[in-house]
């Protein structure tokens, strides 16, 4: 019970400094080295599931979704041909985004040799404008191993 004069405040996530947020939902990713990508794949993959938390978190409220794109494109892994060009369309935006990105993994993605010179053009546009960029891995796909075209 509250006493006469008191009144209750409740407390809103919008209500909550911004750095306070930020820690919250980095609480919400583990660490790197429990959601690699290349180590389990199908629906249960902890970098998966992770996504799924990751792509909800700009949507908990509108006076958080600068916070939540910052989680989420934090760490971007690429394992589709098709997600380059789609990154790219993404960063020449006028959103600003590429200052987010901090790490970009491709793992085991091929790409087809009449698309590498569109994804190789993409690829270089994604690294210049990820300013704040600090990991880069690429793990080649192990039956396209042999290819003669790089993507860099």
Same mark, same amino acid.
């Given at each position: 019970?509250?006493?006469?004069?008191?009144?209750?405040?409740?407390?809103?996530? =919008?209500?909550?400094?911004?750095?306070?947020?930020?820690?919250i939902?980095?609480?919400?990713?583990?660490?790197?080295?429990?959601?690699?990508?290349s180590?389990?794949?199908?629906?249960?993959?902890?970098? !998966? +599931?992770?996504?799924?938390?990751?792509?909800a978190?700009?949507?908990?409220?509108?006076?958080? !979704?600068?916070?939540?794109m +910052?989680?989420?494109?934090?760490d971007v892994?690429?394992?589709?041909?098709?997600?380059?060009? =789609?990154?790219?369309?993404? !960063?020449?935006?006028?959103?600003?985004?590429? +200052?987010?990105?901090?790490s970009?993994r491709i793992?085991? +993605?091929?790409?087809?040799?009449?698309?590498?010179?569109?994804?190789?053009?993409?690829?270089?546009?994604?690294?210049a404008?990820?300013? =704040?960029?600090?990991?880069?891995?690429?793990?080649?796909?192990?039956?396209?191993?042999?290819?003669?075209?790089?993507?860099?």
């Open positions: 019970m509250f006493a006469e004069g008191i009144v209750a405040r409740q407390l809103t996530l =919008a209500a909550l400094p911004a750095e306070l947020v930020l820690n939902f980095k609480a919400t990713v583990g660490p790197l080295h429990e959601r690699d990508s180590i389990v794949h199908g629906r249960h993959n902890p970098w !998966l +599931c992770e996504l799924r938390t990751k792509l978190l700009p949507l908990v409220c509108r006076a958080t !979704l600068t916070t939540g +910052c989680v989420l494109y934090e892994v690429i394992r589709r041909m098709g997600q380059i060009p =789609a990154l790219a369309r993404t !960063l020449r935006s006028p959103t600003g985004l590429g +200052c987010l990105i901090r970009i793992d085991s +993605c091929p790409v087809w040799t009449r698309c590498s010179l569109v994804v190789q053009e993409d690829l270089q546009f994604i690294l404008q990820c300013t =704040a960029l600090r990991s880069f891995c690429h793990r080649p796909h192990p039956q396209f191993s042999f290819l003669q075209h790089s993507l860099c």
